[in-house]
């Protein structure tokens, strides 16, 4: 199955040769990894402090700058204080996302008075979509950079460290779209790998940018229209990450379902593929080959526009054994009304019999979502219909917010904005009603076995040695106890507890 242009997204055209990049100087070897240091040279390394916003594609953009600044003797730490280097990368979803970085950056000044020498960077979203009111705002950073500038992070701080870094300087803006593509060469950036933390799952995006023009959304305005990476380039980073253990790879985009379509030559560029129409994709041959690379052992994938939602994909559910059990796709609402002033471009009918293509083929497969309640327009008889679908889901677990208007986008315009008092309420309800359903699903867990990919070490409670995370197949969370490390390991566990967040159990 899965006839589609393969050879189009197979070459590797737009991935410039090490020697042509403008920054290869600071990377002189093809090397994977932070370079070894002499310990005598160890107090010349400098710090960096990263802090994240927003979504896995956040995630993904910090390691890449941690890769980059890790070729400039720049090593991370948890300690802001200690760090010559404050990286905010930032996330403009929500008004509040953007609130929470203003405040934070209020709270770094009295730092950035008592240290000049240190540069002070606000990156992702809200430095592309308001870099200039930013710049008025918090005049005391040193740069504001857009998500499309993360590869010339290294001429960047080039650049400050010949103009200084003293507070009065106006900050440095660059936050121009790259018109050109996508392309994240791998011997050029490499992917970031932390070999302490024995990292078990990695995020590679495969496609930035949005096309869908939701009526809620900044993101094609933030992170401009769909670009696409070459699928050679994927395969690549997923080989690297497997031959250092990973285990799981979580392909990342705004819309992952549309990947490859703007690589696709001239006479296929321009045809949308129809819900109706298409049985093929480049997103599900990019699954069949990620999963082809030996040592794959989890395919995640997210996010998923139900619009661009075709049958091949569907099939590659079915086919390819990788692919986990378990579905993101974002409702937004259950009321066709609301989902048609959302631009979404899908009715609930049309939504349900997507859902049913994948039930066909995984039964038991945990569907999630993400919702939005107070969309302009919503009546109380729209908010039942978004009840009903959750309600007839039975979602694993959703993501629900209450709508906040963005700027620039359609849907600040529309009249009948819901008051605030009247989303908290439609809020508290969805969740409770969610609430009820996820212990539900986690009770009927117990007893069960299920496979489980330990990820990590129990954070929060540093003193207990012994607890162990990881998640099933079908995404839920897994507390195991053990002694031994555990981190990696991909075991049988039965089932023993559960409440609204985790499962807990013991290795089968
Ligand atoms: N208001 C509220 N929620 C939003 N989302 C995106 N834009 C907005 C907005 N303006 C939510 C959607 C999306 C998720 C990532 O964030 O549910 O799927
Ligand atoms: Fe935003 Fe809609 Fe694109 Fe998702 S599909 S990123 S909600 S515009």
Redesign the pocket.
């Given at each position: 199955m899965l006839e589609v242009e393969t050879d189009s997204l197979a070459t590797n055209e737009s991935v410039p040769a090490a020697a042509e990049n403008p920054f290869a100087k600071y990377m002189p070897k093809p090397q994977v990894n932070y370079p070894v240091v002499p310990e005598h040279q160890q107090g010349f390394l400098k710090k960096v402090y990263v802090q994240t916003w927003g979504?896995q594609m956040n995630v993904a953009d910090s390691e890449r700058m941690l890769g980059l600044l890790g070729r400039m003797n720049y090593r991370p730490t948890e300690d802001v204080n200690e760090a010559d280097f404050v990286l905010l990368n930032t996330c403009h979803?929500?008004e509040k996302a953007r609130h929470k970085v203003v405040s934070r950056l209020g709270e770094l000044r009295p730092l950035k008075e008592k240290k000049p020498d240190l540069i002070l960077a606000v990156a992702g979203c809200v430095a592309q979509a308001e870099a200039k009111s930013l710049a008025r705002e918090v005049p005391f950073v040193d740069v504001i950079f857009g998500p499309d500038q993360i590869e010339e992070l290294p001429a960047l701080l080039e650049t400050l460290a010949t103009r200084g870094t003293a507070i009065g300087d106006a900050p440095h803006i660059h936050a121009e779209f790259n018109k050109e593509g996508y392309s994240i060469p791998v011997d050029v950036v490499p992917p970031y790998f932390d070999e302490g933390k024995h990292e078990v799952s990695k995020f590679i995006n495969i496609v930035k940018g949005c096309n869908n023009f939701c009526t809620?959304?900044v993101v094609p305005y933030t992170r401009g229209r769909e670009k696409s990476r070459v699928a050679d380039e994927i395969i690549r980073e997923t080989e690297f990450f497997v031959s250092k253990g990973v285990r799981e790879i979580v392909l990342l985009g705004q819309n992952v379902n549309s990947y490859g379509l703007d690589l696709l030559d001239e006479t296929h560029a321009h045809k949308k593929v129809s819900l109706e129409t298409a049985g093929t994709l480049p997103f599900a041959d990019l699954l069949y080959k990620v999963a082809a690379v030996p040592g794959v052992e989890r395919i995640r994938f997210t996010t998923s526009n139900p619009h661009d939602f075709t049958p091949g994909l569907a099939a590659a559910f079915r086919d390819v054994k990788q692919i986990c059990n378990a579905f993101h796709l974002?409702v937004?609402s259950g009321s066709d009304r609301i989902l048609d002033r959302m631009n979404r471009q899908y009715t609930r009918a049309e939504y349900l019999e997507r859902v049913g293509w994948i039930r066909a083929v995984r039964p038991d497969i945990a569907f999630s979502t993400?919702?939005?309640v107070g969309f302009p327009g919503e009546t109380d008889e729209d908010f039942e219909e978004t009840l009903s679908l959750v309600e007839e889901m039975k979602y694993a677990f959703i993501y629900a917010?209450?709508?906040?208007p963005?700027r620039g986008t359609p849907a600040t315009r529309f009249k009948e904005q819901v008051p605030e008092a009247v989303k908290n309420v439609r809020l508290q309800k969805l969740l409770e009603l969610q609430k009820r359903e996820t212990e539900r699903q986690n009770a009927a867990e117990i007893g069960l076995t299920r496979e489980v990919l330990m990820l990590y070490r129990n954070r929060k409670d540093k003193g207990d040695e012994s607890t162990w995370y990881g998640r099933s197949n079908e995404g839920r969370l897994v507390k195991v106890h053990s002694p031994r490390d555990l981190i990696g390991k991909l075991l049988q566990v039965k089932i023993t507890g559960a409440n609204a967040t985790a499962l807990e159990g013991h290795p089968a």
């Open positions: 979504c979803i929500r809620f959304c974002p937004q993400d919702l939005i917010f209450k709508y906040s963005r």
